[in-house]
């Protein structure tokens, strides 16, 4: 009967619970929180990108009615616990860490770098103060690009390290590196640069902070990720006990890794909240949130490539330089997943790989949707670069290339098997869609017209959670785990770490919860986002369909053992001869036995049962990602260059995507759909600008430009699936990889729109000014 649960729910494109309370306005976010006294909260900025504060004076600021508290950094140091960021503390990795405080105290070191916090009764009168507080500063000589920081002369950022290093700075190799480009036939140098771009969600970050001085407990309301990573935050700066840290989290207005962990500001209102036992609310604008909260990417590659005459690629060696920003988080950890994952799908036979990752006068390093995904845009260039210089076909290059689906599968040169992999087949999928001899003949056709179109094609694979090897062990992610219950209403409660903001956690996850068990969907109900009750966990990595619909299968079947075992004191029949189905107990065959499973739990909790019987309708799940998996596939773009004015069209854009057994296909083409269009904004609208002295240039939506309905076309998506490689977990985050191979799609497709000018492309940002000067500059040439 679980079988015919599966066929009724997982696969389904069952629609979305959360939808009628956020589409009705009925979602309740940060801001929507109004607690009795509760007080505002707003931040001085530095508006010097490096700069040595030599005094604060708060004075004018505390003397304005309204304003109840104002704290300076050096305030904030002497009632918190000195330290780095959690955070950094686990990706960090080994060598020297850079020292500095919560609020800014000796230096400021970009724009928007938080200086003084005001709190007051209302926001307005908290912004009236910060314009109050008199900052003098001695501006110092900014540190602007990577190039500038890796200078032995270059101004130090923090004082306690000896250059402007950060996290490890190492090279790896992988095969016989030196070996297989002595052997080459030809050995290609690329520079290959990705820009500075950033999350944007929706909703900024915000907390409402309440220090309750009686039972010593903090009360934090945040936008998060994970309700126990802020948790761990607030209770280590603080000072503590984490079991008086209590996080809660509600509707969230998206994220894209914006949210993990507690931010500075964050931490300077939990302890403004615990300095004045009021709560304390801080809601960020879209000026900080552009400015402040964290920027993602800006990374450069010196790449060599060891390729024979006849197009086969048999070594890549890369020089990564990360423009890390002012304060280490995410950037120390980024090298070694691209390292990791530069190989892709092909049967690369040697890989080097140096990292550095250094500090400069923007705002911090954060993740983005698809952390890692130069690699994907590296390695996808390089194909196409290759194969114009030795005249091939990109998508010829490509399946030359793919590694074979082999038993044991291929094992990538990083160590980690292709197992299930199906990239030979998205790209023969996603070019039959796209028609690519029809569009060549068109092609040629329409440039006699003087009208430029271009295809490119890309491939990806992503560890979604990934495959175990002796190597990788259980992944990165480690355990997941659920909580799951069953009510004396009949209700199947799943309590979770993960934090939804736009996966459609609540959904899916009961989707499967309710298969497995034998209860209709909306008899399932998912808890999150409060530590006093869900397991620890947090969404990212796309870890959530693998890792938490693993649990949650698991957890259901667990579940549904132990009200099967009572049960059978009820029927007076083996648990074996039982079964649940549409939530309802029932002897195999005999339907006229059936007895709901609210009944069930309501006979367990009456107490008439002896003391060995089992009446308590609870587990505690936890789930390794099984046998782990890759999610992956193929992107096919045409577009249209107008070569007078540079603008870009996307006239078409496919894809065949490879997550293995679909969950909720509507949620599934929903992630596609919007990671391709945050990759094709990256290419053609957005970029966190700075100029030669730091300043931000990118600071409202007039300069950061992002895409509108009116510039992503209508997405065609196939999906294909993954060879099962788990008995019963075959699903597969999807969530990231648009984003990831967008952008190299979309670029291959704009180069080869503009081959009869010449023109190579060596970065991803590309607006109509770039375009006119790509061509000028080959036509120079």
């Given at each position: 009967m679980a079988q015919i649960a599966a066929e009724r729910y997982t696969g389904a494109s069952i629609k979305r619970s959360e939808d009628p309370r956020i589409l009705t306005g009925r979602g309740r976010y940060v801001d929507d929180l109004k607690l009795p006294g509760m007080l505002h909260a707003a931040f001085v900025r530095s508006p010097l990108a490096h700069g040595r504060v030599l005094a604060v004076d708060v004075s004018a600021a505390q003397a304005l009615p309204g304003v109840v508290l104002v704290l300076t950094g050096a305030d904030l140091e002497a009632v918190t616990v000195p330290g780095q960021d959690p955070l950094f503390a686990m990706m960090g990795g080994d060598g020297p860490k850079p020292e500095y405080t919560l609020l800014a105290t000796d230096k400021v070191r970009f724009v928007g770098d938080p200086v003084v916090i005001v709190v007051a009764e209302s926001r307005y009168l908290a912004e009236d103060g910060c314009d109050l507080v008199e900052v003098d500063y001695e501006d110092l000589p900014p540190v602007v690009s990577a190039a500038v920081a890796l200078d032995a002369g270059s101004p130090r950022l923090f004082d306690n390290l000896g250059d402007n290093i950060i996290g490890p700075h190492k090279r790896s190799e992988f095969g016989d590196v030196a070996g297989t480009f002595a052997a080459a036939d030809r050995v290609a140098e690329f520079r290959i640069d990705v820009h500075r771009h950033q999350n944007v969600p929706m909703e900024g970050r915000g907390c409402v902070a309440s220090y309750d001085a009686d039972s010593g407990v903090m009360t934090v309301h945040a936008a998060t990720q994970g309700v126990h990573m802020t948790r761990m935050g607030v209770a280590t700066r603080l000072g503590i006990e984490p079991d008086k840290v209590h996080v809660l989290a509600g509707d969230i207005g998206g994220s894209f890794?914006?949210?993990?962990?507690?931010?500075?500001?964050?931490?300077?209102?939990?302890?403004?909240?615990?300095?004045?036992?009021?709560?304390?609310?801080?809601?960020?604008?879209?000026?900080?949130?552009?400015?402040?909260?964290?920027?993602?990417?800006?990374?450069?590659?010196?790449?060599?490539?060891?390729?024979?005459?006849?197009?086969?690629?048999?070594?890549?060696?890369?020089?990564?330089?990360?423009?890390?920003?002012?304060?280490?988080?995410?950037?120390?950890?980024?090298?070694?997943?691209?390292?990791?994952?530069?190989p892709g799908p092909y049967k690369l036979a040697a890989l080097g790989f140096e990292s550095t990752a250094v500090a400069t006068n923007k705002a911090s390093y954060i993740a983005y949707r698809g952390p890692w995904a130069s690699e994907t845009f590296v390695r996808e260039r390089v194909l196409d670069l290759l194969a114009k210089d030795l005249g091939l076909d990109p998508l010829e290059i490509r399946l030359r290339n793919i590694a074979p689906r082999t038993d044991p599968p291929f094992m990538m040169v990083t160590g980690r098997p292709l197992a299930g992999?199906?990239?030979?087949?998205?790209?023969?999928?996603?070019?039959?869609?796209?028609?690519?001899?029809?569009?060549?003949?068109?092609?040629?056709?329409?440039?006699?017209?003087?009208?430029?179109?271009?295809?490119?094609l890309a491939t990806f694979i992503e560890a979604a959670p990934g495959p175990r090897s002796p190597e990788a062990g259980s992944g990165p992610m480690g355990l997941e785990f659920m909580r799951l219950t069953l009510a004396e209403d009949g209700i199947v409660t799943l309590f979770t770490g993960q934090m939804p903001h736009g996966q459609s956690h609540q959904t899916t996850l009961a989707q499967i919860a309710a298969d497995e068990f034998g209860v209709p969907f909306e008899q399932v109900r998912v808890v999150v986002g409060d530590t006093a009750v869900v397991p620890f966990g947090f969404t990212g990595g796309s870890r959530s369909a693998t890792m938490t619909g693993g649990v949650a299968l698991h957890g259901a079947r667990q579940l549904k053992g132990k009200v099967l075992d009572f049960a059978s004191l009820l029927f007076e029949a083996s648990a074996q001869d039982l079964e649940i189905t549409d939530g309802e107990v029932?002897?195999?065959g005999d339907p006229d036995s059936a007895v709901s499973v609210a009944e069930v739990a309501r006979q367990a909790a009456s107490g008439q049962f002896d003391a060995d019987a089992d009446t308590k309708f609870e587990v505690e799940a936890s789930f390794d990602g099984g046998e782990g998996g890759w999610s992956g596939g193929s992107h096919c773009a045409?577009?249209?260059?107008?070569?007078?004015?540079?603008?870009?069209?996307?006239?078409?854009?496919?894809?065949?995507?490879?997550?293995?057994?679909?969950?909720?296909?509507?949620v599934v083409e929903g992630q596609i759909r919007g990671g391709i269009a945050q990759g094709i904004g990256a290419v053609l609208l957005e970029r966190s600008a700075y100029d030669a002295d730091g300043n931000f240039q990118s600071a409202t939506f007039m300069d950061y430009l992002l895409p509108t309905a009116c510039d992503i076309p209508r997405i065609e998506i196939e999906h294909l699936e993954t060879v099962p490689l788990d008995a019963d977990v075959n699903f597969r985050g999807v969530g990231e990889g648009g984003m990831i191979v967008a952008p190299p799609t979309v670029v291959n497709a704009i180069e080869d729109a503009l081959a009869p000018f010449g023109v190579r492309i060596y970065e991803q940002h590309l607006p109509p000014a770039r375009i006119l000067e790509l061509i000028a500059d080959a036509d120079a040439s």
């Amino acid at each position: 009967m679980a079988q015919i649960a599966a066929e009724r729910y997982t696969g389904a494109s069952i629609k979305r619970s959360e939808d009628p309370r956020i589409l009705t306005g009925r979602g309740r976010y940060v801001d929507d929180l109004k607690l009795p006294g509760m007080l505002h909260a707003a931040f001085v900025r530095s508006p010097l990108a490096h700069g040595r504060v030599l005094a604060v004076d708060v004075s004018a600021a505390q003397a304005l009615p309204g304003v109840v508290l104002v704290l300076t950094g050096a305030d904030l140091e002497a009632v918190t616990v000195p330290g780095q960021d959690p955070l950094f503390a686990m990706m960090g990795g080994d060598g020297p860490k850079p020292e500095y405080t919560l609020l800014a105290t000796d230096k400021v070191r970009f724009v928007g770098d938080p200086v003084v916090i005001v709190v007051a009764e209302s926001r307005y009168l908290a912004e009236d103060g910060c314009d109050l507080v008199e900052v003098d500063y001695e501006d110092l000589p900014p540190v602007v690009s990577a190039a500038v920081a890796l200078d032995a002369g270059s101004p130090r950022l923090f004082d306690n390290l000896g250059d402007n290093i950060i996290g490890p700075h190492k090279r790896s190799e992988f095969g016989d590196v030196a070996g297989t480009f002595a052997a080459a036939d030809r050995v290609a140098e690329f520079r290959i640069d990705v820009h500075r771009h950033q999350n944007v969600p929706m909703e900024g970050r915000g907390c409402v902070a309440s220090y309750d001085a009686d039972s010593g407990v903090m009360t934090v309301h945040a936008a998060t990720q994970g309700v126990h990573m802020t948790r761990m935050g607030v209770a280590t700066r603080l000072g503590i006990e984490p079991d008086k840290v209590h996080v809660l989290a509600g509707d969230i207005g998206g994220s894209f890794g914006l949210k993990i962990g507690a931010s500075r500001e964050e931490l300077a209102v939990a302890a403004a909240s615990r300095a004045l036992g009021r709560p304390v609310k801080w809601i960020e604008d879209r000026g900080e949130n552009l400015a402040a909260s964290g920027q993602a990417r800006e990374e450069g590659f010196d790449v060599r490539a060891a390729v024979s005459n006849d197009g086969d690629l048999l070594g890549l060696d890369a020089t990564m330089v990360l423009d890390n920003g002012a304060y280490p988080v995410m950037g120390t950890m980024v090298p070694s997943i691209i390292e990791g994952m530069l190989p892709g799908p092909y049967k690369l036979a040697a890989l080097g790989f140096e990292s550095t990752a250094v500090a400069t006068n923007k705002a911090s390093y954060i993740a983005y949707r698809g952390p890692w995904a130069s690699e994907t845009f590296v390695r996808e260039r390089v194909l196409d670069l290759l194969a114009k210089d030795l005249g091939l076909d990109p998508l010829e290059i490509r399946l030359r290339n793919i590694a074979p689906r082999t038993d044991p599968p291929f094992m990538m040169v990083t160590g980690r098997p292709l197992a299930g992999v199906t990239a030979r087949e998205s790209l023969e999928r996603v070019t039959q869609m796209a028609d690519i001899p029809a569009f060549r003949r068109r092609q040629a056709e329409e440039r006699l017209r003087g009208r430029y179109l271009g295809i490119g094609l890309a491939t990806f694979i992503e560890a979604a959670p990934g495959p175990r090897s002796p190597e990788a062990g259980s992944g990165p992610m480690g355990l997941e785990f659920m909580r799951l219950t069953l009510a004396e209403d009949g209700i199947v409660t799943l309590f979770t770490g993960q934090m939804p903001h736009g996966q459609s956690h609540q959904t899916t996850l009961a989707q499967i919860a309710a298969d497995e068990f034998g209860v209709p969907f909306e008899q399932v109900r998912v808890v999150v986002g409060d530590t006093a009750v869900v397991p620890f966990g947090f969404t990212g990595g796309s870890r959530s369909a693998t890792m938490t619909g693993g649990v949650a299968l698991h957890g259901a079947r667990q579940l549904k053992g132990k009200v099967l075992d009572f049960a059978s004191l009820l029927f007076e029949a083996s648990a074996q001869d039982l079964e649940i189905t549409d939530g309802e107990v029932l002897v195999r065959g005999d339907p006229d036995s059936a007895v709901s499973v609210a009944e069930v739990a309501r006979q367990a909790a009456s107490g008439q049962f002896d003391a060995d019987a089992d009446t308590k309708f609870e587990v505690e799940a936890s789930f390794d990602g099984g046998e782990g998996g890759w999610s992956g596939g193929s992107h096919c773009a045409i577009v249209e260059v107008d070569v007078e004015t540079g603008i870009v069209k996307v006239e078409r854009y496919v894809a065949a995507e490879d997550c293995g057994a679909l969950i909720n296909p509507a949620v599934v083409e929903g992630q596609i759909r919007g990671g391709i269009a945050q990759g094709i904004g990256a290419v053609l609208l957005e970029r966190s600008a700075y100029d030669a002295d730091g300043n931000f240039q990118s600071a409202t939506f007039m300069d950061y430009l992002l895409p509108t309905a009116c510039d992503i076309p209508r997405i065609e998506i196939e999906h294909l699936e993954t060879v099962p490689l788990d008995a019963d977990v075959n699903f597969r985050g999807v969530g990231e990889g648009g984003m990831i191979v967008a952008p190299p799609t979309v670029v291959n497709a704009i180069e080869d729109a503009l081959a009869p000018f010449g023109v190579r492309i060596y970065e991803q940002h590309l607006p109509p000014a770039r375009i006119l000067e790509l061509i000028a500059d080959a036509d120079a040439s």
